[in-house]
């Protein structure tokens, strides 16, 4: 049961985030172009683009919160897990001091990268509690949506959430509530796991070529976050450059 574990990397998961990363790319692109004067957008007050985002993030931290679940709950890979946490630690710096020279007045410092790194270790004492996990995701998001205090607005306390006011920064991904969208995806993880007819979700495989390259970008999605923003920015650079 081990090998076949560590053998099948659930094509169905990798095509989900490869799907979460194309309305990633979408957004970002969007963005980009609003920075550099194409489009006039408001990502800040606009009610599509603020649920736009928070679609996509919610994605992968459901995503994140299955795969969670199904790579511990047999026993963690230690080593794989510590060279992935050690990457997302190095990418959340790298993406933090990037962020400063850009928006040195909205530099990132909890954004998703951040968080990821975080509930990954979290996540590992919440993976065996099973039905719990529903409702402590739950109860998390609606504290997060009720609650909110000015001592949780001092920048040391800002990453946990629950402030009276968006701290300013371009991309904010705070404990609370999305920790709560982590626990509800190892719900889920434990749920389809046993599942007596979870043989869909365990051996589904699609040759379909858009389908391959969803899951292609799925298995990639960490290096793919942290190139495809300086590859967007390049590319808007030179063409405003062009264009004038």
Do not use: C
């Amino acid at each position: 049961m081990k090998n076949k574990r560590l053998k099948n990397h659930y094509q169905i998961l990798d095509v989900a985030r490869g799907f979460a990363i194309l309305l990633m790319f979408i957004y970002h692109f969007s963005y980009d172009l609003d920075y550099f004067g194409f489009i006039e957008q408001n990502f800040t007050k606009d009610n599509f683009w603020i649920n736009f985002r928070d679609l996509i993030v919610t994605l992968f931290l459901g995503i994140m919160g299955i795969s969670l679940y199904l790579a511990s709950y047999q026993g963690l890979r230690k080593k794989r897990f510590q060279k992935r946490l050690l990457l997302l630690i190095l990418y959340s710096i790298l993406v933090s001091i990037s962020s400063w020279f850009i928006f040195p007045k909205a530099m990132i410092f909890f954004g998703i990268l951040h968080f990821i790194a975080v509930a990954s270790v979290l996540g590992l004492f919440f993976v065996q509690l099973g039905f719990i996990n529903l409702f402590l995701g739950l109860a998390l998001i609606i504290i997060a949506q009720t609650i909110s205090h000015p001592v949780f607005d001092h920048s040391y306390m800002q990453w946990f959430g629950l402030t009276t006011k968006l701290p300013v920064t371009v991309d904010y991904v705070p404990i609370l509530p999305w920790f709560g969208v982590v626990l509800i995806g190892i719900y889920l993880g434990q749920w389809l796991s046993r599942q007596p007819n979870n043989h869909f979700f365990v051996s589904w495989k699609s040759q379909h070529p858009a389908m391959r390259l969803l899951a292609l970008g799925g298995r990639h999605s960490l290096n793919i976050y942290l190139l495809h923003q300086p590859l967007f920015f390049a590319i808007l650079y030179i063409i405003s450059q062009v264009t004038g």
